[in-house]
């Protein structure tokens, strides 16, 4: 089992930062790729950016220069950098990772607002 613990969502104007965090913790040596999902109301979640342990990332075009992920290996967090952040981007963020089973591990969200 995995278990992931997001922090560090908010509201922030239109233009603002934030950066989410997520802890993990568990059977971490079966992870092969984590990142950061979001789903807004009467969406369906979609992927935001992630990041394979070889160092691989995927971005959302819509996130493409604004975003950023990044890992701390040794205190098991990955994080999300948003930058010049918009309406739009108001969401619930998911932190993700798969093993290599494959398996599936979600977060229980962090709330961001963007208001317009």
């Known amino acids: 089992q995995v278990q992931l613990v997001e922090s560090g969502g908010g509201l922030v104007q239109p233009g603002g930062s934030l950066r989410l965090s997520c802890v993990a913790s568990?059977?971490?040596?079966?992870?092969?790729?984590m990142g950061w999902y979001r789903q807004a109301p009467g969406k369906e979640r979609e992927l935001v950016a992630r990041?394979?342990?070889?160092?691989?990332?995927d971005y959302a075009d819509s996130v493409k220069g604004r975003f950023t992920i990044s890992r701390d290996t040794a205190k098991d967090t990955v994080f999300l950098q948003m930058n010049n952040l918009r309406p739009e981007d108001t969401a619930m963020y998911y932190c993700?990772?798969?093993?290599?089973?494959?398996?599936?591990?979600w977060g229980q969200g962090t709330q961001v607002t963007i208001p317009s």
């Open positions: 993700w990772h798969r093993t290599y089973g494959p398996e599936d591990y």
């Open positions: 990041v394979t342990v070889g160092g691989t990332t």
């Open positions: 568990g059977r971490l040596f079966s992870i092969y790729a």
